[in-house]
């Protein structure tokens, strides 16, 4: 079983809210990632980190941040939500060499209103 | 850049074969990982093949790389109502970033 957790699981959230989507691995993965999931299923790479203090943007431009402090700690940070950010948001990890298995949490299913 | 494309949708009779498929751009990619995620949660791992094999087989699945056409696909033998998922297709470049194909929806019907 994989040990990666996001919380919140479910957000509703207002206009203008400044909101973290938390995410927590405790495998002592260097990689860490986060995409964002379409309605339609369609996943897109927002944010990845290589270790500690590296962050780098995805391939959608995504008006969010990141911060790596620790090693098992990748939060996503929204300033000020919109509607236009509703969406699932996933977050996974995997191991610093060529072949490994991106484990994957729960994610976190944000409304915007 | 990358494009890893699957076809969206897929249904199939309990007890036939399922075979899904993603076609990609970049043939620099190492490794290509098969991953399904069913309702509610996040995306497991299924399968992965190594960029220089063309075959792999895993109990029920059976994945065919065609490095020429850049076609990967994903065969699952007696499929099952429990293997109605959403597969997605990914491909690992080096030691760095995971590019995930669209996603074919797998329903499987009694």
């Known amino acids: 079983e994989a040990d990666i957790y996001q919380t919140p699981r479910y957000l509703v959230i207002g206009t203008g809210k400044k909101i973290t989507l938390e995410c927590s691995q405790t495998?002592?993965?260097?990689?860490m990632y986060w995409y964002q999931q379409d309605p339609g299923m369609e996943l897109h790479l927002i944010h990845y980190s290589y270790g500690v203090n590296s962050t780098e943007k995805g391939d959608l431009s995504s008006e969010s941040t990141v911060s790596r402090i620790r090693t098992e700690h990748f939060p996503l940070t929204l300033e000020s939500a919109r509607p236009s950010h509703t969406s699932q948001y996933l977050c996974?990890?995997?191991?610093?060499?060529?072949?490994?298995?991106?484990?994957f949490g729960q994610g976190t299913r944000l409304t915007v209103v | 850049g990358e494009d890893v494309e699957q076809s969206l949708f897929l249904s199939v009779r309990e007890g036939d074969s399922s075979v899904i498929n993603c076609t990609y751009t970049d043939s620099s990619s190492t490794y290509l990982y098969w991953y399904k995620q069913e309702p509610g949660a996040g995306l497991q791992l299924l399968t992965y093949?190594?960029?220089?094999?063309d075959m792999k087989q895993d109990q029920r699945l059976t994945v065919l790389l065609n490095k020429k056409d850049k076609h990967l696909s994903l065969r699952i033998a007696d499929t099952q109502t429990g293997d109605s998922a959403i597969y997605f297709c990914?491909?690992?470049?080096?030691?760095?970033?995971?590019?995930f194909g669209t996603g074919t929806r797998l329903l499987v019907s009694p």
């Open positions: 495998m002592g993965h260097d990689k």
């Open positions: 996974a990890s995997r191991e610093d060499t060529q072949n490994t298995e991106a484990f």
């Open positions: 990914a491909e690992s470049f080096g030691f760095q970033k995971l590019v």
């Open positions: 093949i190594f960029s220089n094999m």
